[in-house]
């Protein structure tokens, strides 16, 4: 059983987070331990350009400070997207960061696109796990000792949560991994977008990829689905497969997760349940349906504790309908995150 510090904020949304977050951590002191000038790396997103509940500028730069106070060296990082959007690639991601505020005047630390300009840079490794076996991370993980995860506690289309472990196994993986996540299914080409401009069969590692009629055509038999070919066409012609088994979806994230967490020795994650949309921060809009009330910051150095307690809070608090059903998805990823020792899935709630 793990700790879990929580501390209610009900002073409207994000924006009305901080005095809360200052109080979590100068109770907690969770940074006290981390070594004087030690680059310590800050997960989080920034959503996508219509959304506008991600984690508040304000509340980041508390969590810089507190880290600097320590004598460390905090930067902030994300890495691109598999889909359409502002954060395909390393510099409209960097630039929508800059128009959500979240530049280093606002935060007080450096952001970084750690998986290079198009989501294919970083160092592979072979898990050899029951549901994926090899996976791209940035090449910083192994090198650093720390770790520090802001997650938006929010719904999502397949897991019908995201927190702590989606946070990680998804934003801390190469765009490769992020499609080898999201579906076992084969990518294919839209006919009518390709220019067979030839990118992605240059990329493609088991040669699945050729021109037919003089657009580019996907073998699925020999397609091992590593997702390269969706990094390198820049013309949004290959499409992702997005009909997954959610948990088989939810499987792969904790088998991800657990092997980059497993590369750091201090770990400290913050779940901010404010703002709680139904959709994900990839997704949702200025319109979005709150689907529970304002709960406040959780925070824990173990992710499957964390998560749990965000849930088992959310669902108490509920709004409409969206926490009612489908809730053995992401139970189901609990309890399987604890059997693979991620965390626990049982906890201890410490109100500050
Ligand atoms: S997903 Fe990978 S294996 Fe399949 S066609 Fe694209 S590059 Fe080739
Ligand atoms: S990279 Fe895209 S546009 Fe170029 S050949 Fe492949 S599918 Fe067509």
């Known amino acids: 059983m793990s700790d ?11 924006a009305g987070g901080a005095s809360a977050l200052k109080r979590l951590l100068g109770e907690v002191e969770p940074f006290s331990g981390y070594g004087r000038g030690e680059f310590v790396p800050v997960k989080l997103t920034i959503g996508d350009a219509p959304c506008v509940y991600q984690v508040n500028p304000a509340l980041v730069k508390i ?5 600097k106070k ?22 409209d991601h960097l630039n929508l960061a800059q128009a959500k505020g979240f530049g280093q005047k606002e935060t007080g630390a450096p952001f970084i696109i750690a998986d290079g300009l198009l989501g294919q840079d970083g160092k592979e490794f072979t898990l050899g796990a029951k549901n994926i076996n090899k996976i791209k991370v940035p090449s910083f993980i192994g ?34 991994t992020k499609q080898v996540q999201h579906s076992s299914l084969k990518p294919s080409v839209a006919a009518q977008k390709c220019t067979a401009c030839g990118c992605c069969i240059v990329v493609c590692p088991v040669n699945a ?33 997005w009909s997954e088994d959610p948990h088989v979806f939810c499987r792969r994230m904790v088998e991800v997760a657990d092997f980059i967490l497993s590369k750091f020795k201090n770990k ?22 709150m689907a529970a009330e304002d709960l406040g910051i959780l925070a824990s150095g173990d992710p499957v504790s964390l998560d749990k307690a965000t849930m088992d809070l959310i669902g108490r608090h509920k709004r409409g309908d969206y926490f009612s059903n489908k809730t053995d998805i992401y139970e189901k990823m609990f309890e399987y995150a604890a ?6 899935a049982e906890y201890n709630l410490i109100e500050v």
């Open 4 to 14: 879990v510090y929580f501390i209610k904020s009900d002073n409207g949304g994000m």
């Open 63 to 67: 969590v810089v400070s507190s880290i």
């Open 70 to 91: 320590a004598g460390a060296r905090p930067f902030l990082f994300d890495t691109s997207v598999i889909y359409k959007g502002g954060r395909q690639n390393a510099v």
């Open 143 to 176: 090198m650093l000792d720390s770790l520090v995860v802001l997650s938006h506690a929010t719904g999502h289309i397949l897991s019908r949560y995201a927190g702590a472990i989606k946070n990680v196994a998804m934003g801390m993986s190469c765009r490769p």
């Open 209 to 241: 990829v050729s021109y037919v009629s003089r657009k580019a055509y996907i073998d699925q038999k020999i397609c091992i689905g590593c997702g390269e070919c969706i990094c390198a066409c820049k013309f949004d012609a290959i499409h992702i497969n």
């Open 268 to 289: 400290f994650f913050i779940n901010f349940a404010l703002d709680v949309t139904k959709e994900c921060d990839c997704i949702s809009t200025k319109d979005e349906p």
């Open 339 to 344: 059997k693979e020792g991620l965390g626990s």
